[in-house]
């Protein structure tokens, strides 16, 4: 269950003129870092005022900018600790500011309230409990690489599904409240599924065979 995850090879062939430009000209992975999270703060605007192809756009490179500090990093043989620091850093504030941007969508455009069971929920409410369900599957691969296995991808809502799904929702902001539950449960699928494999990851018993001396 990879998700749109699967296209990243693809996506970052298609960088890869880039990445030989950067490598060139001896460019910093982090700039590249800095450049996603700057097009998520313009998105952010962009989805708060409604424009579904400018925040496209921009969402686009947020996630150029995502496969690029690494793709860079590895072509210019400069990985460090430190950049998966800045890189996860990069994500969590890319996706906060993504979901700042839907927030304001969801006050200036007044899209009508979900019926959840006797209540009617505001899509802001349903938005802000997207952001915190969203936040999950990242706590898991975090978890699971500290616990030292494989920094976890994949799942029916990373962060090529939620980028998508906020274009939509600026789209079709009446069903802004509709797009947020979709996050949520799919966030919380996600976070499930990265589980199961981080679990059978780190109990998988290691075999050790012995050389002849």
Known sequence: MTGLYALKPWYTARLSSVVAAAARRRVG???FTALGVACAAAAAGAIAAGWWLAAGLLLAGRLAGANLDGAVARARGVSRPWGFVLNELGDR????????GLAGLAIGHTPPALPVGPWRVAPLVLVLAAAAAA???TFVSLAAAAAGGPRLNGGP???TERCALAVLATALPGWLGVVA?????ASLVTSVHRLRVARSELTTPVLCVETAR
């Open 29 to 31: 992975p982090d700039v």
């Open 93 to 100: 504030t890319s996706d906060l500011l993504m979901f700042a």
């Open 135 to 137: 936040s999950l599957p």
């Open 157 to 159: 809502c990373g962060k």
């Open 181 to 185: 539950v979709l996050v949520a449960l």
